[in-house]
């Protein structure tokens, strides 16, 4: 093929692909309009409705979430007041794999907030964040999504402490296929006690997204 034929069609081809792109982008926003009044309009969370930020979280994450709401693998365990909740009336508003992945793919496309009121920091805390906890969602918070870790910055207090606990107690990581789950929930065990529990999610809370 002569050189100038692929001059034209690379051009032709990214356009398809940028509008592609584009209809899915604007397909995950409509989808998650079925969202907002327990997440917020921004998805910057609800502290009433207990339902956390899902602005900025990695699209894997968020995606492997909602399947394990919708499987049972998280939301199941009685006693899971906010669990139940999502997973009895947020998980049935999305029908198919497809929504489940574009949802997830607009939403971490958009601006993590920022904490209103962030937790305090301890030496106590940072030397127990940064020895357990930062190798895998990272000294920063940030998370690391190849190896599964969500983003610990930004998100409310309130929400961390509670994911913590539900870890612990198994409420959360019980399924056996659940491999992170489980792995989290291995970790739980790693902190002495309930004041270095609190010193470190209180320090997880103050870290900027
Ligand atoms: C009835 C209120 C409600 C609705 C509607 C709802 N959610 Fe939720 N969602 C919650 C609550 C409460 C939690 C926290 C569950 C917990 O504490 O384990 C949650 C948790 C989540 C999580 C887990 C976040 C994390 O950091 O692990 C994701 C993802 C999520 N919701 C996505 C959605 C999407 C997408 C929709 C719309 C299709 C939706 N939710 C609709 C209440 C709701
Ligand atoms: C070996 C890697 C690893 C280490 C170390 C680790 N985590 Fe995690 N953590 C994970 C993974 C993977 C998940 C996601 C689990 C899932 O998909 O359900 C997670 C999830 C979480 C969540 C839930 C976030 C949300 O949005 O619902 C919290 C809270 C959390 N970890 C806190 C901590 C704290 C605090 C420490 C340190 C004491 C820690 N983690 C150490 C791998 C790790």
Same mark, same amino acid.
């Given at each position: 093929m002569p050189r100038s034929k692929h001059a034209l069609l690379v051009p032709a081809l990214a356009a398809v692909l940028f509008a592609a792109g584009a209809a899915v982008a604007a397909d995950g926003r409509s989808v998650y309009l079925r969202c907002v009044a327990c997440h917020g309009v921004a998805a910057e969370g609800v502290a009433s409705t207990g339902a956390p930020p899902l602005a900025g979280l990695h699209a894997a994450y968020l995606q492997r979430q909602l399947q394990s709401f919708a499987s049972g693998a998280r939301g199941a365990k009685p006693g899971d007041k906010y669990g139940t909740s999502m997973r009895s009336? &947020? $998980? *049935?508003l999305l029908s198919s794999d497809t929504e489940r992945a574009a949802v997830a793919s607009y939403l971490s496309t958009l601006k993590p907030g920022v904490q209103r009121t962030p937790g305090r920091t301890t030496a106590n805390g940072r030397n127990y964040f940064n020895a357990v906890c930062g190798a895998c969602h990272g000294s920063g918070g940030e998370g690391n999504p190849a190896l599964g870790a969500p983003r /610990? $910055? &930004? /998100?409310p207090e309130a929400y961390l402490a509670r994911q913590f606990a539900a870890f612990q107690s198994g !409420?959360? &990581?019980? !399924? *056996?296929?659940?491999r992170y789950g489980i792995q989290m929930r291995t970790i739980t065990t790693m902190l002495p006690d309930a004041e270095t529990v609190r010193d470190v999610i209180a320090y997880a809370a103050s870290l900027r997204p």
């Open positions: 009336a &947020g $998980a *049935p /610990l $910055a &930004g /998100l !409420q959360r &990581g019980y !399924q *056996p296929d659940d």
